[in-house]
C-alpha cells in the first residue's frame, strides 16, 4: 500500500491480489483514496476500489474524531459503477 500526503489531505493506493479457492482463481485488487479534514474534527473522504473482474465502485464518507485517538464515528455511501448498481451505507464506531 501507499500513502502520501496531499495539498492537507492523503491519498492512499492499495493495489493487491486474492484467492478464490472455491472458484479456483486468483483476482487483482485495487483501489485510490483521497482523506482531506473538512472541518472541526471532521474528516472527507472518497474512494474508488475495484478488481480485474467487475466494475469498479465509489464510496464517500465523513469521520468524526469524538476522542482523540480513541473515538471515532463514521458514514459512508457507495455504489457499484455497473448495470443494476447495488449500493451501501454504513455507520460505524
Known amino acids: ?3 502520501t500526503p496531499l495539498a492537507g489531505g492523503w491519498v492512499h493506493g492499495n493495489l493487491g491480489t486474492a484467492h478464490h479457492r472455491a472458484q479456483r482463481r486468483d483476482t487483482t485488487t485495487w483501489g485510490v483514496a483521497i482523506e482531506r479534514p473538512a472541518f472541526a474534527g471532521v474528516d472527507a473522504l472518497a474512494e474508488l476500489v475495484g478488481d480485474d473482474r467487475e466494475a469498479p465502485a465509489w464510496n464517500v464518507g465523513l469521520r ?14 457507495g455504489r457499484a459503477m455497473r448495470s443494476g448498481r447495488p449500493a451501501l451505507a454504513t455507520v460505524g464506531m
Do not use: C, E
Open 1 to 3: 500500500m501507499v500513502t
Open 64 to 77: 468524526w474524531q469524538a476522542l482523540a485517538g480513541v473515538l471515532f464515528v463514521d458514514a459512508s455511501y
